[in-house]
C-alpha cells in the first residue's frame, strides 16, 4: 500500500515537475527574440504535398523590434511597424496592406507574442529537440522545433493532411546594428511601379 502511494506521489512530482519546465521554456524562448535588438535569419522555405517539393525558396529575414524586412527570392516585403509593403520587382509592383498572414508565422517575435497570448492553446513536447505545438485561428497546426538555447530550428505548417509548409532557419544572427533604412518604404524609389493599396 504504501509503495502505490509512493508511486503515484512520484508520477504526480513528475508531471508537475514536466508542467512547470514547459511553462518555465515558454517563457524563456519568448523573452529569447525579445531581448534583442535585432536580429538576421537566413532561412528555406519548402511547400510540400504527399512529400513532393512543389516549391523551393531561399530568404533572409531583418528584423527591428517590431519591423522587419523579408526577402524571398526576387520578392521584398517590409513591415514599417504600420503597414506592410510587398514590392515584386519583377512586375513593378507594390502591394501595400494593414495585414500580412506570413509575419504571423515567420517572424520569431510575432511568434513568440502570439504564443504568449495563447497558452492555452500550445503544447510543449520534451525529446531531442523541443516542440511547441498549436492551431492558429485559421485551424492550421504549427509545430516550431527548438534547440535548448531557445533558437528556432524550424517551422511546420500543416495546411491539410498532405500539404506541409516547412521554414528551416540555417543562420541566425542578433545584436546586428541594422540601419533604419532597411525597415522604410521610400515611394520615391518606386516611382515607375505600379502602387495598389489594398
Request: hydrophobic content about 40%.
Amino acid at each position: 500500500m504504501r509503495i502505490k502511494i509512493l508511486n503515484i506521489h512520484l508520477l504526480y512530482f513528475l508531471l508537475f515537475s514536466n508542467i512547470v519546465f514547459s511553462q518555465n521554456f515558454v517563457d524563456e524562448f519568448i523573452e529569447h527574440y525579445n531581448g534583442f535588438d535585432d536580429y538576421l535569419l537566413e532561412f528555406e522555405y519548402i511547400s510540400k504535398n504527399n512529400d513532393e517539393i512543389i516549391f523551393k525558396n531561399e530568404g533572409v529575414i531583418m528584423s527591428q523590434k517590431n519591423k522587419f524586412r523579408i526577402l524571398i527570392d526576387k520578392v521584398i516585403f517590409i513591415y514599417d511597424g504600420k503597414k506592410y509593403y510587398n514590392i515584386i520587382n519583377e512586375n513593378k509592383e507594390v502591394n501595400i496592406s494593414k495585414t500580412n498572414e506570413l509575419s504571423n508565422y515567420l517572424i520569431p517575435t510575432n511568434l513568440s507574442k502570439y504564443i504568449s497570448n495563447n497558452r492555452d492553446k500550445i503544447k510543449v513536447v520534451m525529446n531531442t529537440d523541443i516542440k511547441i505545438l498549436y492551431t492558429d485561428d485559421s485551424n492550421n497546426n504549427f509545430i516550431i522545433v527548438i534547440d535548448k538555447n531557445y533558437n528556432i530550428i524550424r517551422i511546420d505548417q500543416l495546411l491539410t493532411n498532405t500539404y506541409t509548409n516547412s521554414i528551416f532557419f540555417k543562420k541566425t544572427l542578433f545584436n546586428q546594428n541594422l540601419s533604419d533604412s532597411l525597415f522604410k518604404f521610400k515611394k520615391m524609389d518606386f516611382k515607375d511601379y505600379y502602387i495598389n493599396e489594398l
